[in-house]
């Protein structure tokens, strides 16, 4: 056994070590072989294994552990690294998979620790660490994770395991184990999925993987800690695929693909799929959304930045007739439908505060946009001042401004940290308006949401086709902290900033996962690293992070940290993949045109649009509007609020 400390190791215990690394396990047959250790040295029937332990400074080290088959024949089964803690605690991480058991969920994803008396197993490519856990108090983070020097050392499996002594136990399965069931769809647990090696006599089975022992940055917040220490051994390579020109239009040939007439004006269609009936693509139910996955209103002020750009007056008078029809939509109250085909059939329904958010934030800003170029358009403004108006006016000092809200102005349903995108969008009123009542309602929400849900590190249900702990609801909190910094100069709203940035970076990828030669991820050229989970209920890739460049560079700037330049640059080569190049492809059957993206990638033994589930590493076919729309954003406040300095995104 080898006992680590926050500085060292020791081969017996002492009063500061917090994490005890174990002999190897064997598991065979349903059954687990520990072995003995002796001198640095381990052995059991027919075994023997060493660690070697590198220091590398800061709490972090480096084992490698080798077991040889000594026997007299070949033996098949599973290895175990397992790593306890010397400490108790509720408190634990599984990124992107687990927060302390997924207890704020709704979602029918895996909960706790255990399922059925069995601890959760878990593959490496689930994680945005290769298989880690992480456990922390508020003076102690120990963490147990995969390396990627190797096939052998990546492929692997994480668990956590509750001691009789209340203390948790961290393993990493070699190779990949998916038990007692397998997430495989949504809310859809399967059979498990189990893999082998076998050692033939005398043949030598090799691993490394990583301890970290260390203090949270706050409480809460061992991962910063953590993230902060691991980009050196993780390192991002990789150079863009295309360059901020291309980058652009290709994103405006997506939303023009979207775009469409519909009751007499443009909109932006969501939600679009393969066609069953041509090998094109279509929309199989009407959606034009406001926010959220299809974001209209930023789109049409995207297309009008082109316009203004181009001089293109027909595009122009296009995206403002759009902007004025959304205006048209609203309710007395000042709500809106949010689905624009709900204004048209009059078919209404309850809808979220995370479009609500966007779409006070959107309005605001294209009223402003419009006026810099001497147009007026009074409309677009007073939709967003009544809409912020009603959410000034219903916010409640224990749920903030809930979930969604009826037609009729009644709240539909409290819950989950939604309310930060309207934080945002009652910020960018006030920016409009100068009217301090947007001020004060955005600091009172900001603190209370703060409070309660980032400074638990556990933010949810902005990605509303979830019920569950999701990383994009952090933005609102990162890009409005930020913003509150800038206006009032209180440095709590930086710690607020950094904070749910470090949480929004715990969903990206810190490598590359490893796929077969014919998967879809392979001979297209896609890459994990820099990728973003969705959410613990949707284990899928996406290149969502693009959004949050601009509030990294920006933090860069205030801390001083330049970490976060590398993470943005991460964030922007990945979002760049799986393009549609020049031309077009054919992929499952359907022509993609030029400039298309999808909207997820299918990493794990997960998914939700087929139904083998064992096709790790492959597209999904829906297409919608916010991955154009925040790559266009992302380039056009790089030019317009960060100088135009395009270094950190550039080849």
């Not at 809460?220 to 220490?229: I, V």
């Not at 206006?487 to 940035?501: C, D, F, H, M």
Request: glycine share 8%; net charge negative.
């Amino acid at each position: 056994m080898i006992f680590f400390s926050k500085t060292e190791t020791a081969s017996t215990q002492t009063a500061d070590a917090l994490l005890c690394l174990m002999p190897p396990i064997f598991e065979s047959n349903g059954g687990e072989i520990p072995f003995s250790s002796a001198d640095g040295k381990y052995t059991a029937e027919g075994f023997a294994a060493e660690d070697k332990v590198e220091a590398l400074g800061d709490g972090l080290f480096r084992v490698h552990r080798s077991v040889t088959n000594t026997g007299v024949g070949a033996r098949t089964g599973k290895w175990i690294v397992e790593a306890r803690d010397t400490f108790a605690t509720d408190r634990y991480l599984i990124p992107c998979v687990s927060f302390s058991g997924n207890v704020r969920s709704m979602g029918k994803e895996p909960h706790g620790l255990c399922d059925g008396g069995k601890p959760w197993i878990f593959a490496y490519d689930r994680e945005s660490i290769p298989s880690c856990t992480l456990t922390e108090t508020a003076d102690v983070v120990c963490a147990l994770f995969a390396s990627d020097a190797d096939a052998d050392s990546l492929v692997s499996s994480c668990a956590l395991v509750r001691g009789a002594d209340g203390c948790l136990a961290h393993r990493i399965y070699y190779p990949v184990t998916e038990a007692p069931r397998s997430y495989t769809d949504h809310d859809v647990l399967s059979a498990r999925y189990d893999t082998y090696i076998t050692l033939d006599v005398d043949e030598t089975f090799s691993v490394a993987f990583f301890i970290f022992v260390g203090t949270p940055k706050w409480e809460n917040y061992g991962t910063a800690t953590l993230l902060d220490r691991i980009e050196d051994i993780f390192p991002f390579t990789r150079e863009p695929v295309m360059g901020v020109r291309a980058a652009w239009e290709n994103s405006l040939k997506q939303s023009n693909i979207l775009m469409a007439e519909v009751g007499g004006v443009k909109m932006f269609r969501n939600a679009m799929r393969n066609d069953p009936n041509s090998r094109g693509i279509y929309m199989p139910y009407e959606v034009y959304e406001a926010g959220w996955s299809g974001q209209a209103l930023k789109q049409a002020r995207m297309e009008l930045i082109e316009a203004f750009r181009t001089g293109d007056k027909a595009l122009r008078d296009d995206m403002i007739g759009s902007l004025e029809a959304w205006a048209a939509s609203q309710f007395a109250n000042g709500l809106f439908p949010t689905n624009y085909a709900r204004h048209l059939n009059k078919k209404y329904i309850a809808c979220d505060v995370c479009n609500y958010g966007w779409a006070v934030s959107e309005m605001a800003e294209s009223y402003v946009l419009l006026k810099s170029h001497g147009i007026e358009r009074p409309a677009l403004l007073n939709f967003a001042v009544r809409l912020g108006d009603f959410f000034v006016a219903h916010y409640d000092e224990k749920t903030g401004f809930g979930l969604k809200w009826n037609p009729d102005g009644t709240k539909a349903a409290d819950g989950g940290s939604i309310g930060g995108f309207m934080i945002m969008g009652l910020l960018s009123l006030y920016r409009v308006t100068g009217n301090a009542v947007y001020l004060d309602c955005a600091e009172r929400a900001m603190v209370l949401y703060t409070a309660r849900d980032v400074d638990d590190f556990c933010i949810t249900a902005g990605a509303i086709d979830c019920a569950c702990i999701d990383k994009e609801t952090a933005y609102p909190f990162i890009k409005s902290a930020l913003d509150l910094y800038d206006i009032t100069g209180k440095a709590e709203y930086l710690v607020t900033a950094e904070k749910a940035a470090y949480y929004f970076q715990s969903w990206m990828y810190y490598y590359d996962a490893l796929y077969p030669d014919d998967s879809e991820f392979t001979k297209l050229g896609y890459y994990t690293h820099g990728g973003t989970s969705v959410s613990t209920q949707h284990p899928a890739i996406d290149p969502w992070g693009v959004i949050v460049i601009p509030e990294y560079m920006r933090l860069a700037k205030a801390t001083g940290d330049m970490r976060w330049t590398a993470r943005a640059r991460a964030l922007w080569c990945n979002a760049m993949l799986c393009i549609t190049p020049k031309g077009g492809i054919t992929l499952h059957g359907h022509d993609r045109p030029e400039g298309l993206q999808s909207e997820a990638f299918f990493i794990a033994r997960w998914t939700r649009y087929r139904k083998n589930r064992e096709e790790r590493g492959h597209l999904n076919d829906m297409f919608v509007g916010w991955p154009a729309a925040f790559r266009m954003t992302t380039l056009y406040r790089m030019q317009t609020e960060l100088g135009g300095d395009f270094s950190v995104i550039e080849k």
